[in-house]
């Protein structure tokens, strides 16, 4: 049971990739354009090696704090390069970004729905382990606008 509440996180963060590397791009962007005074250089150097610490996503109708992105998106890429050479990792990423149904993409890949199912949970499973080995598994913090 306790897994089932890490894979639902793990699953919102997949879907809110997108959402995640703009909001660190942007936060990237702000960091470059503060430089002025006694040292600009040197004050771009430590930002671009210090990582971002937390970008905030639309999601629903309210905001989520996302801990680590930078971390979540190691852990997006590793999976999927993981499961590039087996069909789950492409359903998986078709599912994620919202282009296909779960039916649809089990009747795409010749499969039954409880047979993609397994897999899309092995996926996610998968990418829980990834994610806790990496430290990142705490509760997303949802601010209401």
């Known amino acids: 049971m306790i897994i089932d509440g890490h894979i639902k996180q793990v699953e919102i963060i997949f879907k809110l990739a997108p959402a995640i590397r703009a909001a660190v ?3 990237r962007a702000q960091r470059e354009s503060k430089h002025h005074g006694k040292d600009p250089t040197g004050n771009r ?3 671009k090696v210090m990582p971002v610490l937390c970008v905030r996503v639309p999601y629903g109708k309210g905001t989520l704090c996302i801990d680590n992105p930078e971390a979540w998106l190691d852990v997006i890429r590793e999976i999927y390069v993981a499961y ?3 069909p789950i990792g492409q359903m998986a990423k078709l599912r994620l970004e919202g282009k296909r149904s779960p039916a649809a993409l089990a009747e795409l890949m010749g499969v ?3 047979r993609y199912y397994g897999w899309y949970r092995e996926f996610l499973r998968d990418a829980v382990f990834l994610a806790s080995e990496k430290g990142l598994l705490k509760e ?3 601010i209401k606008m």
Request: hydrophobic share 25%.
């Open 45 to 47: 150097a430590v930002d």
């Open 140 to 142: 997303i913090q949802k």
């Open 84 to 86: 590039s050479n087996h």
């Open 112 to 114: 039954s729905r409880e």
């Open 25 to 27: 791009v942007d936060e």
